[in-house]
């Protein structure tokens, strides 16, 4: 009887299940009706290429349910997924070049768009929105009112206190912090120097680099100036990896040309007076010189090899695979046409692109640039 118990209990909770599953918004597709699902449909269509194995999917699945379920009134717009370790395997070797999960986005038989930025719900609608030209209507008051109340431009010049320094600072994988005074001519002179290149030149790297000031007249808590020597105002201390404890002390010059120079040496940013990222930003000579020197299966292995010792950002790493892979397929003229749609999408998309994809899209412009 216990057993026959057990029995229906767990036959009804798989039922549920199942209705949940099949009740939700996110579309399963396969290799079988991919094709058919995706591109056909000439749907504006994002999909999340995932394998069960992998542990960051697993972490994002209950976003992309929600981002489905965002999308659920506006039949345009699908939110698809696939596995690519399982039933989707032939779609997973064509599209996935840097692991899983690979997030893109699809709308006919034009080139997908990956999404590189932050896998929270609000970037990936606004990724999706900005590409489809759709816009979710706001739902509540609290939103109206919020858009109504936060200002248009963020200043990203941070005032840091003795009581915040340690927290903030810390936070950041690169941090440039300006010890000065109110009463100091030049400490004053630096501040709007420090305000474009928070703002202007590095304001699309703000969630990597901080760049902050603090005014030790304004607080009797000498803390900071006596735990790192600080002699001279202003003094600009550099931090890496949240390491407090010794940063760089740097004792150039301070004219704005100088300084954008050295932050780009310091965070490997590649960042122009104007925040445009340089010629140069994404590339890797070393690799880029092998590559165009050595184009026979083996050599392709060996580089293959020789990147991964590499300590560099995983995007980067991940588009020099996937031009490692198109060479060892012979895709014939891939560089060209890959530079080309790119350029394409930088010139009549750009209105529709966040500044992470523009980003991202300029970097694979300047590497393919390297290699032709």
Not at 61 to 73: M, S, V
Not at 112 to 135: A, T
Not at 285 to 290: D, N, T
Not at 337 to 346: A, G, H, P, Q, S
Request: charged content about 25%; glycine content about 6%.
């Amino acid at each position: 009887m216990k057993f026959i118990n057990t029995f229906i209990a767990t036959t009804l909770w798989l039922s549920s299940l199942t209705l949940a599953y099949s009740s939700s918004n996110l579309i399963q597709v396969s290799d079988k009706d991919f094709k058919q699902v995706v591109i056909e449909s000439e749907k504006f269509t994002f999909v999340d290429f995932y394998a069960d194995w992998c542990r960051h999917c697993k972490k994002l699945a209950p976003t992309i349910e929600e981002l489905a379920d965002l999308f659920k009134n506006y039949p345009q717009v699908q939110i698809a997924k696939i596995n690519g370790d399982a039933d989707g395997k032939k779609m997973g070797r064509k599209y996935v070049y840097q692991g899983y999960p690979t997030l893109l986005f699809f709308h006919g038989s034009k080139e997908p768009v990956e999404f590189n930025g932050s896998r929270d719900l609000e970037s990936l609608s606004n990724f999706i929105q900005q590409l489809s030209g759709i816009r979710l209507s706001s739902t509540s008051a609290e939103e109206k009112e919020e858009v109504d109340t936060v200002p248009v431009v963020e200043n990203k010049l941070v005032k840091i206190t003795p009581e915040t320094f340690n927290d903030t600072v810390s936070s950041y994988p690169y941090a440039v912090v300006s010890v000065g005074a109110t009463w100091c001519r030049y400490c004053q002179e630096l501040k709007p120097n420090l305000d474009i290149l928070a703002n202007t030149v590095f304001g699309r790297d703000s969630s990597k680099l901080l760049i902050g000031y603090l005014e030790i007249d304004e607080h009797e808590n000498e803390q900071i100036s006596g735990r790192y020597g600080v002699e001279t105002l202003p003094t600009l201390l550099f931090f890496k990896d949240g390491n407090l404890d010794n940063p760089l002390v740097y004792k150039g010059d301070r004219k704005f040309v100088s300084l954008v120079e050295q932050l780009n040496k310091f965070t490997n940013l590649s960042r122009d007076s104007e925040g445009n990222l340089t010629p140069n930003a994404g590339v890797l000579p070393e690799i880029s010189q092998l590559i165009k020197a050595n184009t026979d299966p083996d050599s392709i292995l060996s580089i293959f090899d020789k990147l991964d010792t590499l300590v560099v950002e995983e995007e980067t790493k991940g588009y020099y695979d996937k031009i490692l892979y198109s060479i060892l397929k012979h895709e014939g003229g891939f560089l060209q046409v890959e530079l080309n749609r790119i350029n394409d999408i930088l010139t009549k998309e750009v209105a529709k692109l966040d500044s992470v994809t523009i980003d991202s899209l300029n970097k694979r412009s300047n590497i393919l640039r390297s290699l032709l």
